[in-house]
C-alpha cells in the first residue's frame, strides 16, 4: 500500500502567516490522484483539494494545493482564525485508499 | 445538498460483531461509492471499504475478511458489519460519500467529498 508521510506534525503560526504543509509518498501517486482534508476539534473531516490542486466547492482561495508524483504541498496564504485545525492527505490512486497520520496547524 | 448520519451502539464487547447504520438523504444513491471510514482517539484516519449501488465492494485488506459493507436502496441506508472486535477497533466510525471515474464499465473510488458527523463504538468488556 501507498504510505502517506505528512510533515510537520505541527505548525505553529499566527494568524496571517503562510501554512505550507507537506505530503510525501512511498510510491508515485499518478495522475495527482490525491486529495487534502481539514478537521476542525470535534467535526467530521471536510474535503479542501482533490487532484493535487482542484479546489473543492466552497474553500476560499487562500487554500492552494500542488506537486506531482511523490511531494504534495498544501498552502494556506494567509492563515485565518477558522484554519486552526488538523490537516490530511489521501491518496485515491492505489487500493488500499490511505491517508497521511496530519499536520496539526496550531496558534502560535 | 447530501445529508449523511450514523447510528449504532456505542459500546460492543470483545469478540462480538459491531453493526452500524448511515441513513442517506438528500442525493442520487446510485452515482457515488458508499463509504466507511475510521479514526481510533487521537489519531489518523482509515478507509474500511465501500459499497456501489449494485452490489459490489472493496474493503481494505486490514478489515477484509470481518468487514461486510452493503446498500439498501429503498431505505437508502448504508451498513457496516464488523465481526469478531478487539480493543483495535475502537474507534469514531464515518460514512461518507464517494465520488467515482467509470470507464469501460470499470468504476474507481476517488476522494470523499461528504462525510457524516460519525459514531463513536468502544469495544470493552
Known amino acids: 500500500e501507498i504510505v502517506l508521510t505528512q510533515s510537520p506534525a505541527t505548525l505553529s503560526l499566527s494568524p496571517g502567516e503562510r501554512a505550507t504543509l507537506s505530503c510525501r509518498a512511498s510510491q508515485s501517486v499518478s495522475g495527482n490522484y490525491l486529495a487534502w482534508y481539514q478537521q476542525r476539534p470535534g467535526q467530521a473531516p471536510r474535503l479542501l483539494m482533490y487532484?493535487?490542486?482542484s479546489r473543492a466547492t466552497g474553500i476560499p482561495d487562500r487554500f492552494s494545493g500542488s506537486g506531482s508524483g511523490t511531494d504534495f504541498t498544501l498552502t494556506i496564504s494567509r492563515v485565518e482564525p477558522e484554519d486552526f485545525a488538523v490537516y490530511f492527505c489521501q491518496q485515491y490512486y492505489d487500493s488500499p485508499r490511505t491517508f497521511g497520520q496530519g499536520t496539526k496547524v496550531e496558534i502560535k | 445538498q447530501v445529508q449523511l448520519q450514523e447510528s449504532g451502539p456505542g459500546l460492543v464487547k470483545p469478540s462480538e460483531t459491531l453493526s452500524l447504520t448511515c441513513n442517506i438523504s438528500g442525493d442520487s444513491i446510485t452515482d457515488y461509492y458508499w463509504t466507511w471510514i475510521r479514526q481510533p482517539p487521537g489519531k489518523g484516519l482509515e478507509w474500511i471499504g465501500y459499497v456501489y449501488y449494485n452490489g459490489a465492494t472493496k474493503y481494505n485488506p486490514s478489515v477484509k475478511s470481518r468487514a461486510t459493507i452493503s446498500l439498501d436502496r429503498p431505505r437508502r441506508q448504508l451498513s457496516l458489519r464488523l465481526t469478531s472486535v478487539t480493543a483495535a477497533d475502537t474507534a469514531l466510525y464515518y460514512c461518507a460519500r464517494c465520488k467515482i471515474d467509470c470507464s469501460s464499465n470499470i468504476c474507481y473510488g476517488r476522494y470523499f467529498d461528504y462525510w457524516g458527523q460519525g459514531t463513536l463504538v468502544t469495544v470493552s468488556s
Open positions: 487532484a493535487a490542486s
